[in-house]
Nanobody, 124 residues
Framework: EVQLAESGGGLVQVGGSLTLSCAAS????????IGWFRQVPGKQREGIAC????????YSADSVKGRFTLSRDNAKNTVSLQMNSLKPEDTAVYYC?????????????????WGQGTQVTVSS
């Protein structure tokens, strides 16, 4: 069973930075990817970034490109999302998710396992 646990959320001022971490366990073989999603009440979950655990390829949405950076530590089975230049519109619950790599990395249905989510609040 794949289990994911996010950490690192919190309150930050506009322009500040936060690093979210996703610790994964139970991944067995296959070409897995870890995706990051965020959701605000009343809106659909938005895929913002993804990293392929096999080759380290990273993908990010236009809304975060140039501000958010994804990295992985395969030895620790941890993926980190470094978020810089945060804006009020980045306020959301952030989730990491695991699934077999798929080109539609930003579609939540492509992921099988999800973390519990961590709140990020950017104050102006």
């Amino acid at each position: 069973e794949v289990q994911l646990a996010e950490s690192g959320g919190g309150l930050v001022q506009v322009g500040g930075s936060l690093t979210l971490s996703c610790a994964a366990s139970g991944l067995r073989g296959g070409e897995y990817a870890i995706g990051w999603f965020r959701q605000v009440p009343g809106k659909q979950r938005e895929g913002i970034a993804c990293v392929g655990l096999t080759d380290g390829s990273t993908y990010s949405a236009d809304s975060v490109k140039g501000r958010f950076t994804l990295s992985r530590d395969n030895a620790k089975n941890t993926v980190s999302l470094q978020m810089n230049s945060l804006k009020p519109e980045d306020t959301a619950v952030y989730y990491c998710a695991a699934g077999v790599w798929h080109r539609d990395w930003d579609i939540d249905d492509e992921y099988d396992s999800w973390g519990q989510g961590t709140q990020v609040t950017v104050s102006s």
